[in-house]
């Protein structure tokens, strides 16, 4: 993975450890991602207005190989994550008493969306608690459906989690929600690329992945996945030419969401340019190289913390990132004394009570990286001041 290092513009003197929560754009997909900037400036007209339309199809067309989707005009491009939650859970026909099934640790962005829209509703949006440390798939299925009621209508839950990086069973929880009549909506903003993704074999109605973590694509770069059955419960968030439009094109799905207005979206141009640097560089072997690096390294961190792993490190529950308890009052605190004293870019993520020291391992990561955190906190232990 060493040659890989030059190929990022990551400020060389900064360990970043932290490829979770915002990824990292190789120099040729940058150039690329410019390239299309230079396109849309020479002729913005004809680059919005005319050109737009195919050339995202294409960049979906790519997406949706990579993905395995079956058909590319089931795919939205959006600029995050939440805007696609956004988009589902504003559309949702809740009716009061209806409830939505969660898991106690979603990420806090989409846990706001849906408390926000399920309280408009009268309806309850139900963060069913998980059992930590995990011991079992099965035991992750039956506490999720613990929450199950009679009222409930849909159920949302993570591929992979911001705060504790698990990754959950979702296939199995999709195949059970849907043999019951429920709408499977699926948060996998850390999934594509770091685990492989297969959206055809999952029973899923709405999948929102990002493009600007684990694929490497320029930020502001997600999509979002919907089943036809439930493409027309999607109105726009944003009401333009896309509505009633002049030319319309096959998917009212896309023109809804599409057409949208100015924007620039030569970040969307860019994921074929990534799909192909991971291809030259064959990325499967890429990430098993940074999986095992990640876990051979974890048990000294637990050791040195003195706490224990939250679910068997495996790779059925652990890819790329992983969360480590760690006994601190000031979490906030702490990562900004791993940055400006230590130049480690690492989050401490609150989940509720508990607090995680959450390390992301990439193609550029070495185990210096995690040597300079692990001394790092040595010495900030020692102090006795921000860690317990």
Same mark, same amino acid.
């Given at each position: 993975?060493?040659? =890989?290092?030059?190929?990022?513009?990551?400020?060389?003197?900064?360990?970043?450890?932290?490829?979770?929560?915002?990824?990292?754009?190789? !120099?040729?997909?940058? #150039?690329?991602?410019?390239?299309?900037?230079?396109?849309?400036?020479?002729?913005?007209?004809?680059?919005?207005? @005319?050109?737009?339309? $195919?050339?995202?199809?294409?960049?979906?067309?790519?997406?949706?190989?990579?993905?395995?989707?079956?058909?590319? #005009?089931?795919?939205?491009?959006? %600029?995050?994550?939440? @805007?696609?939650?956004?988009?589902?859970?504003?559309?949702?026909?809740?009716?009061?008493?209806? &409830?939505?099934?969660? %898991?106690?640790?979603?990420?806090?962005?989409? *846990?706001?969306?849906? &408390?926000?829209?399920?309280?408009?509703?009268?309806? %309850?949006?139900?963060?069913? !608690?998980?059992?930590?440390?995990? %011991?079992?798939? $099965?035991?992750?299925?039956?506490?999720?459906?613990?929450?199950?009621?009679?009222?409930?209508?849909?159920?949302?839950?993570?591929?992979?989690?911001?705060?504790?990086?698990?990754?959950?069973?979702?296939? &199995?929880?999709?195949?059970?929600? !849907?043999?019951?009549?429920?709408?499977?909506?699926? *948060?996998?903003?850390?999934?594509?690329?770091? /685990?492989?993704?297969?959206?055809? $074999?999952?029973?899923?109605? @709405?999948?929102?992945?990002?493009?600007?973590?684990?694929?490497?694509?320029?930020?502001?770069?997600?999509? =979002?996945?919907?089943?036809?059955?439930?493409?027309?419960?999607? *109105?726009?968030?944003?009401?333009?030419?896309?509505?009633?439009a002049a030319k319309p094109g096959k998917s009212t799905f896309l023109d809804y969401h599409q057409?949208?207005?100015?924007?620039?979206?030569?970040?969307?141009?860019?994921?074929?340019?990534?799909?192909?640097?991971?291809?030259?560089?064959?990325?499967?072997?890429?990430?098993?190289?940074?999986?095992?690096?990640?876990?051979?390294?974890?048990?000294?961190?637990?050791?040195?913390?003195?706490?224990?792993?939250?679910?068997? =490190?495996?790779?059925?529950?652990?890819?790329?990132?992983?969360?480590?308890?760690?006994?601190?009052?000031?979490?906030?605190?702490?990562?900004?004394?791993?940055?400006?004293?230590?130049k480690i870019e690492v989050p401490i993520m609150r989940q509720q009570d508990d607090v995680y020291?959450?390390?992301?391992?990439?193609?550029?990561?070495?185990?210096?990286?995690? #040597?300079?955190?692990?001394?790092?906190?040595? $010495?900030?232990?020692? &102090?006795?001041?921000? /860690?317990?």
């Open positions: 993975m060493e040659k =890989l290092q030059t190929q990022f513009l990551l400020d060389t003197s900064i360990h970043f450890l932290n490829f979770g929560s915002f990824g990292a754009t190789p !120099k040729p997909v940058f #150039d690329n991602y410019q390239h299309w900037q230079r396109v849309l400036e020479s002729e913005p007209v004809q680059f919005i207005a @005319f050109d737009g339309a $195919e050339r995202l199809a294409n960049s979906r067309q790519a997406l949706a190989n990579f993905i395995h989707c079956t058909d590319k #005009d089931d795919l939205l491009y959006v %600029t995050n994550p939440s @805007f696609a939650i956004n988009l589902i859970a504003k559309n949702f026909p809740l009716e009061k008493g209806d &409830e939505i099934l969660a %898991t106690n640790i979603e990420y806090g962005a989409c *846990d706001k969306t849906w &408390e926000y829209y399920c309280e408009k509703a009268g309806a %309850t949006y139900r963060r069913q !608690k998980i059992q930590l440390p995990t %011991t079992t798939k $099965e035991q992750f299925i039956a506490d999720f459906f613990e929450g199950l009621r009679p009222t409930t209508k849909a159920i949302f839950i993570s591929h992979i989690t911001s705060a504790t990086a698990l990754k959950f069973p979702v296939k &199995e929880i999709c195949e059970i929600a !849907k043999s019951k009549g429920l709408i499977t909506i699926v *948060d996998g903003a850390h999934a594509p690329a770091q /685990i492989a993704l297969n959206i055809s $074999e999952l029973k899923v109605d @709405f999948y929102a992945g990002a493009c600007h973590k684990w694929m490497m694509a320029p930020k502001g770069c997600s999509f =979002l996945y919907a089943h036809k059955e439930v493409q027309k419960m999607c *109105d726009p968030l944003i009401v333009s030419w896309g509505y009633k057409m949208i207005g100015t924007r620039d979206f030569s970040a969307f141009l860019a994921v074929p340019a990534c799909i192909q640097f991971m291809e030259e560089h064959n990325w499967p072997v890429v990430a098993k190289k940074c999986h095992e690096l990640l876990l051979n390294n974890a048990q000294r961190f637990y050791d040195l913390l003195g706490t224990a792993p939250i679910s068997p =490190l495996t790779s059925e529950w652990i890819g790329q990132m992983i969360s480590i308890p760690i006994k601190t009052k000031e979490p906030e605190l702490l990562q900004r004394e791993l940055f400006i004293e230590y020291l959450r390390y992301s391992i990439n193609a550029f990561n070495t185990i210096e990286n995690l #040597d300079a955190l692990f001394n790092a906190i040595s $010495e900030i232990k020692k &102090e006795g001041v921000l /860690i317990d």
